[in-house]
């Protein structure tokens, strides 16, 4: 079956412009799971949604990043007047339940998210 | 708070020879471990887990990976590494706040 998809693949964007990226998960996942992979930090945890829910939006790196998912199904990170730091590779992952996160996490291919 | 350590940045090893990624986790009670794997132009894939019990896990594509409590390790290997095998590999580790928590990554060239 799909496998957790991600678009776009690929976006440039201009300092101070916001962004929208969305994330298919796999087709009866509850869980739904954003991250970060920049050169600097790593890969870092970002939120996670059960359900619609964000239990935790601590991990958003600052209030210019917001996520929502809708119908328990397709979710979106925005990122509002973009500054060059948030240059990175953004994955989204999916598991069946969230299970206190021990579900296994099945990842997207990612975003790659260049700010000039 | 708990955190993972992959002390090796980058390892090259010859493709038919072991290969060994070492993984050192702080953390008081047992820790839930994984590894996964990050190969060029795919996503991350979960080569193994650990939560409880038999202390040596296996995985798929032949790895395995022993959890060591007295040396805070959780070391993944594989006994004959092929050019596939050729990536980034992340021990990781389950924060008590429910996150993944990952490590630096190790990168592994194999040489035929």
């Known amino acids: 079956g799909a496998g957790v998809s991600q678009s776009p693949s690929n976006k440039v964007t201009e300092k101070g412009k916001d962004v929208e990226l969305r994330c298919d998960p796999i087709s009866g996942h509850t869980a739904l799971y954003w991250y970060r992979q920049s050169l600097g930090q790593g890969l870092e945890f970002l939120i996670y949604f059960q359900g619609n829910s964000a239990p935790d939006k601590s991990g958003l790196p600052s209030d210019r990043f917001s996520a929502e998912r809708t119908g328990g199904s397709v979710s979106t990170l925005t990122i509002q007047r973009t500054q060059q730091e948030d240059s990175a590779v953004y994955l989204c992952?999916?598991?069946?339940?969230?299970?206190?996160?021990?579900?296994?996490?099945?990842f997207g291919p990612g975003t790659r998210l260049t700010v000039l | 708070a708990q955190s993972v350590t992959q002390p090796d940045i980058h390892i090259t090893v010859s493709e038919g020879a072991s290969l060994e990624l070492r993984c050192n986790y702080s953390y008081g009670a047992t820790p839930y471990l994984f590894w996964y794997v990050q190969s060029p132009g795919q996503g991350l894939q979960l080569l193994l887990k650990y939560f409880s019990g038999d202390t040596l896990v296996q995985g798929i594509k032949g790895f395995e990976a022993e959890f060591k409590r007295s040396q805070s390790s959780f070391n993944l290997r594989k006994p004959s590494v092929h050019w596939s095998d050729a990536a980034e590999y992340f021990c990781?580790?389950?924060?008590?706040?429910?996150?993944?928590?990952f490590g630096a990554g190790t990168t592994v060239t194999v040489r035929a």
């Open positions: 990781v580790n389950l924060s008590n706040d429910y996150k993944l928590s």
């Open positions: 992952a999916s598991s069946l339940s969230f299970s206190g996160g021990l579900d296994t996490q099945y």
